[in-house]
């Protein structure tokens, strides 16, 4: 009987920390809401990619590609936190979101694979497929992703 008190104490301990820590954790997510998402350091950073590739496009420089396609096709991921807040956002449009992701990310290997072989037709017909796939989910999520997370527009 004793020992269950001295558990059920340990317990109820064990909870309230877990709870405090969440609350914590909860304010400090509210006050940093004027913080730029991580999703859009990821986005600058395939902006920038995607640049690059259009410079090494012009210049026939293939291999260049074929080191930028992987970095397109396997871009950086928001921390855990923020996908469980995007995730739960999204709703029951993750799964098309998340298809607008896999597309780039196929795209951007064909790229890859095209570079490889210093095929700059099939390169350009890639990139553009790339593109288009940007432009997709942009034109889907990224004004109401805009609205709901940073209030604006
Ligand atoms: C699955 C959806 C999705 C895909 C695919 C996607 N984006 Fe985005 N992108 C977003 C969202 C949402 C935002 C708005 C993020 C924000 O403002 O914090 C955004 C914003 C951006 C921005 C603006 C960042 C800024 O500073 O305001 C750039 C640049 C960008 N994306 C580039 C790209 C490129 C290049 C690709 C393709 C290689 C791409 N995105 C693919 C969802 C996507």
């Excluded at 004793?2 to 064990?14: A, D, M």
């Excluded at 395939?46 to 410079?55: F, I, K, P």
């Excluded at 990310?105 to 072989?117: D, I, N, S, V, Y």
Aim: proline residues 3%; negative net charge.
């Amino acid at each position: 009987m004793n020992n269950f008190l001295k558990t059920h104490t340990l317990l109820k301990t064990f909870f309230s920390v877990i709870l405090a820590a969440y609350t914590t954790s909860l304010n400090a997510q509210t006050e940093q809401a004027e913080e730029p998402m991580s999703l859009r350091t990821v986005m600058e950073k395939l902006g920038h990619d995607m640049e690059a590739v259009t410079g090494a496009i012009s210049k026939e420089d293939w291999a260049l590609i074929a080191e930028l396609a992987p970095k397109i096709s396997h871009h950086a991921e928001p921390p855990m936190l923020e996908k469980v807040q995007i995730l739960t956002w999204l709703g029951s449009d993750a799964g098309e979101f998340r298809s607008f992701d896999m597309q780039v990310q196929e795209a951007a290997t064909e790229m890859g694979e095209a570079a490889k072989q210093a095929d700059g037709q099939r390169v350009i017909e890639a990139f553009s497929k790339t593109q288009q796939s940007c432009l997709a989910c942009h034109q889907n999520f990224r004004q109401p992703f805009v609205k709901r997370f940073y209030g604006e527009r």
